[in-house]
């Protein structure tokens, strides 16, 4: 190129340059089309040498290609050189514009330095131009930067040996500078390339793996044993049912197609849906009972999850729904079996008094006018503003609303009790005590099977004898207690005699008849009593009604 008269060059050499450009910027790969940049100065540039030194992440530049000696890029191909060592080798000799000429007069001091490179024989110069084979010329290729200037230096262009055996003129180094140049913007291209060739490859696996996943998803929803829903989350639809699987249309008898008519608010017991509106959305957890087609309700377990559909996407909840119905069943039977008794199948004792002390407070009240007129002085004193509530007598609704020690009779209507002296018609909870006359005769003569018999029987009159919201309770031997609401002292008078009568009615045993007496206590409950005060008052009045009655009349009345 440079035995060519300047500024006149051979078109040949111009398709030349033209077309080691073109290949350079036509490469498949970051990898090619370094070598091909390589390679361009060799066959376009007049250079037996050239190596391509690419600045690595780290900062460092690393020999990315070489060309124009096989052994010399075996050689240096892939090793390192420190940043301070290019940095100091770019700041040295003489500056051809963008370009740095090293003569070896000065550049024997990078002898020992760390950047890779390759040592050359030859004679002297024997004239001022002549290239001399410890020469360095560098080429640094850098991003287009703003307004012109350089931008960041992305690698270096190493040459050397021109086959004419002379330093680049003014139109090799201005061929040089430019091809750098070009060089450069097309590394920044393929390296674009690669980052987005990667990119949609990693995009591609990350949709693979999302359909993967989604329909791993669908498999584990369809086909999950236990019920499985997808419901809208937040606004005017949230908790509409979008999907269900099969699991969850067997448990409620109703087809997918139904099953989105609905929210789980639709399908929920009525007692059950405060307990639906208080579950956390995000991992909450709720037993309640959802509603099949044919009007019966299951109990099921809900579990609640948020799904988001993407990123920013929208979020839809997750529900899974666990048929739980055999264990409420098997824990109300338990709870049955600790609450009632095993033989006669009533109330037992603790239920019993669980029963009372449900109706009674700590609070003691005073005889009221009547049961209307202390409501009435309530809902008055409240509407007035007071915080808490009472008629003249003391009996009426506890609106208090700080902390104290009767917060837990909130709205709790006290319980009174009928004057002991005159009957003034208040109405009150009466208290039965029954203990069966002659029963001791009956286990003695006939035996334990004959007894559990009669107390089975007396237990089904009891309980046929009373009104429904009535207690029957076994107390335990052949004592038993009812609780009676809402009954005057005449009222549960009449009570005790209808049930002593129907007690004292032959009973039939293998055959036999047998007969039993009963005596009734009745006592009154009302708050500011306990539940065993309650039972030890009407116990005392059965006792006493026992010794009224001769001996010889009380098992047949």
């Not at 086959?163 to 291209?189: T, V």
């Not at 005159?422 to 208290?431: F, I």
């Amino acid at each position: 190129m440079e035995t060519e008269s300047e500024p006149y060059v051979r078109l040949a050499t111009l398709r030349q340059l033209h077309q080691v450009m073109a290949d350079m910027n036509t490469a498949r790969s970051l990898a090619d089309t370094l070598q091909n940049v390589a390679e361009g100065i060799v066959t376009g540039l007049g250079y037996e040498l050239a190596a391509v030194n690419l600045v690595r992440p780290d900062g460092d530049l690393v020999v990315a290609a070489l060309a124009g000696n096989s052994a010399a890029e075996a050689l240096i191909t892939g090793r390192v050189g420190s940043r301070a060592s290019w940095e100091r080798r770019l700041t040295m000799g003489e500056a051809w514009g963008d370009l740095r000429f090293i003569s070896h007069t000065e550049g024997w001091v990078l002898d020992e330095d760390d950047v890779p490179q390759w040592y050359t024989d030859g004679p002297e110069p024997r004239f001022e131009d002549e290239w001399h084979p410890s020469d360095r010329l560098f080429a640094p290729m850098y991003t287009p930067g703003v307004q012109g200037g350089p931008g960041e230096l992305i690698g270096v262009i190493s040459v050397d040996r021109p086959r004419n055996g002379r330093r680049p003129g003014a139109w090799g180094r201005e061929a040089l500078q430019m091809y750098a140049f070009q060089a450069a913007i097309a590394i920044s291209n393929a390296r674009l390339r690669a980052n987005m060739q990667r990119a949609l490859v990693r995009l591609e696996r990350e949709q693979q793996a999302l359909r993967a996943s989604e329909e791993s998803f669908r498999q584990a929803f369809e086909y999950a044993p236990s019920g499985m829903a997808i419901a809208e989350m937040g606004g005017d639809q949230h908790g509409r049912i979008l999907r269900t699987n099969d699991a969850l249309c067997r448990l409620l008898g109703r087809p997918a197609s139904a099953m989105r008519r609905y929210s789980f608010s639709d399908l929920v017991h009525p007692e059950d849906i405060g307990t639906l509106l208080r579950t956390s959305a995000e991992g909450g957890r709720a037993e309640l009972r959802l509603g099949r087609r044919d009007g019966t309700y299951v109990w099921v377990s809900l579990r609640n999850s948020v799904v988001a559909d993407a990123a920013d996407g929208p979020r839809f909840l997750l529900t899974h729904v666990e048929d739980i119905e055999e264990r409420k069943r098997r824990e109300l039977q338990l709870a049955h079996r600790a609450s009632h008794d095993s033989l006669t199948g009533l109330p037992n004792s603790a239920e019993l008094r669980s029963r009372l002390s449900a109706r009674l407070c700590q609070r003691p009240q005073s005889l009221p006018t009547g049961a209307a007129e202390s409501l009435d002085a309530a809902y008055a004193a409240y509407e007035a503003g007071h915080p808490a509530a009472f008629d003249g007598g003391g009996h009426a609704f506890d609106f208090h609303t700080g902390p104290g020690p009767y917060d837990a009779f909130d709205h709790h209507v006290h319980t009174v009790a009928p004057d002991r002296d005159t009957d003034d018609g208040t109405k009150g909870l009466a208290v039965l005590f029954c203990d069966l006359d002659g029963f001791k005769s009956i286990n003695d003569r006939f035996g334990h099977n004959a007894g559990d018999a009669v107390l089975i029987e007396v237990a089904g009159r009891l309980s046929r004898g009373v009104r429904d919201g009535d207690t029957v309770a076994r107390l335990g031997g052949d004592e038993f207690v009812v609780l009676a609401d809402g009954l005057g002292k005449a009222d549960a008078q009449d009570l005790a005699v209808r049930l002593r009568n129907e007690i004292i009615q032959p009973i039939r045993v293998d055959g036999r008849a047998m007969r039993v007496g009963a005596s009734f206590g009745i006592g009154w409950a009302h708050c500011g009593m306990t539940a065993d005060e309650v039972l030890k008052s009407a116990d005392e009045r059965m006792y006493v009604e026992k010794r009224s009655r001769p001996k010889q009349h009380r098992r047949a009345g």
